[in-house]
C-alpha cells in the first residue's frame, strides 16, 4: 500500500459544485501539503499544515479550503468549482529534521479533477 | 523571491548515452537544491538533494548532479541512460531558513530515451 493515499484519483464535476479531495499518510509525518500542478507551470503549494492545529495558506489559497481532521488525513475542498481549477493535485508530507536540513517531500499519487 | 529555471521542455537522448537536465536557481543565501522525478500517472519521488559539502551529488537510480555555485546551476546527470528513465523531471530550491513549504519548482523537463 502507498505511504500516501489520494481519493479519487480522477473525478469530473461541473462548475460550481463542491468537491473534496481527500489524503490519508501512514508515513508518521507532521506535515502535510497540497499542490497543484499544471503543464508548463510545475508544482505550486496551495495549503500546508505543520500539525493538526497549524493551517496555512500557500501560493494560490483562493477558491481553496483544507480540513486537517488528524495527524494522517488532510483534505482540501473546492467550494464552488470553477473550470479553471481543472488541474492534478498532490498532496505530499515531509518530516521535521532539525537543523533546517528538511525539503524531502513524499507525494500521493495524484487526483486529476476536472471542472465542465 | 527565489526561482528556478529549467530551460529545456523536452530533452531527448538515446539509450546508453549520457544525458543532462538543466536547472538554474535564484535565492537568497547558501541554496537547498532537490530533484524530483515524475512517471506516468504517478507522484513525484525524490531523486536527490544538495545541502553542502561535496558539489557532486550521488542520487536514486544511478542519477548524480552537480552543485555550480558561480553559475548557480545544479543539471541532473546520468552517464548511460536507460529507456525506464523517461520520465518528468523537475527541480526544486529553497534558501537556508525555512522548511519544505517554502520549496520553489521549476516547470519540468520531460526526458524521453529512445531505445
Known amino acids: 500500500d502507498a505511504d500516501v493515499t489520494q481519493t479519487p484519483r480522477n473525478r469530473i464535476t461541473k462548475t460550481g459544485k463542491r468537491i473534496m479531495l481527500e489524503c490519508s499518510q501512514t508515513?508518521?509525518?507532521?506535515?502535510m501539503y497540497w499542490y497543484r500542478q499544471d503543464p508548463g507551470l510545475g508544482l505550486r503549494l496551495i495549503y500546508y499544515?505543520?500539525?493538526?492545529?497549524?493551517?496555512n495558506k500557500g501560493e494560490i489559497s483562493d477558491g481553496y479550503s483544507v480540513s486537517r481532521q488528524a495527524q494522517a488525513k488532510f483534505s482540501l475542498s473546492l467550494e464552488s468549482a470553477i473550470p479553471n481549477q481543472t488541474a492534478l493535485y498532490f498532496c505530499?508530507?515531509?518530516?521535521?529534521?532539525?537543523?533546517?536540513?528538511?525539503?524531502?517531500?513524499?507525494f500521493g499519487e495524484g487526483s486529476r479533477l476536472t471542472v465542465l | 523571491a527565489q526561482s528556478v529555471a529549467q530551460p529545456e521542455d523536452q530533452v531527448n537522448v538515446a539509450e546508453g548515452n549520457p544525458l543532462t537536465v538543466k536547472c538554474t536557481y535564484s535565492?537568497?543565501?547558501?541554496?537547498?537544491l532537490f530533484w524530483y522525478v515524475q512517471y506516468p500517472n504517478r507522484g513525484l519521488q525524490f531523486l536527490l538533494k544538495?545541502?553542502?559539502?561535496?558539489?557532486l551529488v550521488k542520487g536514486s537510480y544511478g542519477f548524480e548532479a552537480e552543485f555550480n555555485k558561480s553559475q548557480t546551476s545544479f543539471h541532473l546527470k546520468k552517464p548511460s541512460a536507460l529507456v525506464s528513465d523517461s520520465a518528468l523531471y523537475f527541480c526544486?530550491?529553497?534558501?537556508?531558513?525555512?522548511?519544505?513549504?517554502?520549496?520553489?519548482f521549476g516547470s519540468g523537463t520531460q526526458l524521453t530515451v529512445l531505445p
Open positions: 505530499a508530507t515531509s518530516d521535521f529534521v532539525a537543523g533546517g536540513r528538511s525539503g524531502e517531500l513524499f
Open positions: 508515513k508518521g509525518h507532521d506535515r
Open positions: 499544515s505543520f500539525d493538526v492545529k497549524d493551517i
Open positions: 535565492v537568497s543565501g547558501n541554496p537547498y
Open positions: 544538495y545541502i553542502t559539502g561535496d558539489n
Open positions: 526544486a530550491v529553497r534558501g537556508p531558513s525555512g522548511s519544505a513549504r517554502q520549496l520553489t
